[in-house]
């Protein structure tokens, strides 16, 4: 069979980011088919070039990526999906060939993006394995209902009367060091020569339960780490064949669970002399000093810690399983290593009042990180309209009216923090910033650049700020 693998994500802000899960999946195809990928990152007109491509190559099958719904910003979500539409009605007027959806952001509301977009097979969750296996019934000319329902997390039409048909999990999740290591050789160069940045897994899955977050349904709940060598064999490959790599980012949900882990793929690194630095994400949970200065010591050039509020009550309404002095107790721990931390908060999450907004402003202002982002929480069912209230959800317009009143807070302390980042009103979050920063030769996330020196704000004008005192 003839694959055409169509990354469509054309996110950049801050980065173009690999398409690491499609890549995945291309390995997991047997060799014996003929397989491309379409990638419209950096396209100008990305349509056109789907278009030429697809009747160049005639596919027998087509496979779309759907990295993500919201954009970095969690201003543009509609605009992503509307994106989606038309890569959909391209690939339908172009090609008759079957169409397979999956990636993360499919992953996120499979069934109402089947209703949506109307592909004929969905692939949620983990591809690699749903993915061969529908190729097997594909070319063996068997791909009835019966067949497609032995797929786990399959999502297809009935034929008979055309109700939607989604598989359940199965259970079981692919053993990583069974995959094939994705084929970067294939890449668009500007990744590299542009942004200078890589992606690299070294395990899926989340045990942790935050209650707005998605890794779960991605990945599933089960951690399965691979092998510490296996993953610096990677590094250094990649290395080996990407002259501008400058940095490498670990996409793991969170790289320092299990601490163990970690350890010892920082002592691989550091045995091996790996020397490309690398950021990752963390949590405040089971991280200690030691492994603080084995990240240090193997390259590590800053952390993203999702520590999310700056009120107890709030964290433990998110399930997050940790405190604010366990915040704190990371960033003692960051500083002292010598490593910078960027912490992201979400503001006005489910049940959060305006004065509890407040209090995390002040938290953010007295942690004093080296950096922090600061978002305003929009649900993913509000990307496809939903106005629905199931009672667990505030009616969408209350929720809108919180969201108003929050960035008007933003607003008014934009110029007072130079090293906070907030994409919802721009604030270090701007293409032309992002520009200027690259073309200095800066690479990895761009926070790190941010001018350290911040203005010492008392706490009288930090009261007139947040509080209108």
Sequence with gaps: MRIAFVAANRENMPDAVIPLGLLYVMESAPPHHERILIDLCFEADPLEHLTARLAG???????????????NDYAHSERNLIWYDRCVATLRRVSNAPLVVGGGGFTVMPAALMRRLRPDFG?????????????ELLEAGVASSDGLRQIPRMHFFDPDNGELVSVPEAGSFQKLDELA????????????SEYGTDSVQTKRGCPLGCRYCTYPRLEGRALRQRDPARVVDELFAAREGQPDLKHVFFVDAVF?????????ICREMIRRGYNVPWTAYANPIGFDAELADLMREAGCAGLEIGSDSGCDAILARLRKGFSTQQIRAIHRKCVAAGLPDCHAFLLG????????????????????????ILMVWTDDQEALGSEANDGNHAPAEARR???????????????DFPRWIIPPVGTNFDARLFARL????????????????????????????????
């Design 349 to 372: 999450t489910e049940g959060e009042t305006l004065a509890d907004v407040r209090r995390t402003l002040d938290f953010v202002t007295d942690l004093d990180p080296y950096a922090a």
């Design 57 to 71: 190559f005639r596919p027998d099958l087509i496979a779309l990526g759907m990295r993500n719904i919201q954009s």
């Design 256 to 264: 320092n669970l299990p601490a163990r882990h970690a350890k010892q």
């Design 123 to 135: 692939i949620a969750g983990e591809g690699e394995r749903p993915f061969a296996r529908l190729l």
């Design 438 to 469: 690259r073309r200095r030769g800066l690479t990895g996330p761009l926070w790190q650049h941010l001018q350290r020196k911040g203005r010492d704000l008392p706490g009288e004008r930090v009261r007139r700020l947040f509080h209108g005192a």
């Design 181 to 192: 290591a994705p084929d970067r050789s294939i890449l668009d160069r500007r990744y590299f």
């Design 401 to 415: 009216e919180v969201r108003e009143s929050i960035l008007e807070l933003l607003r008014a302390a934009k110029d």
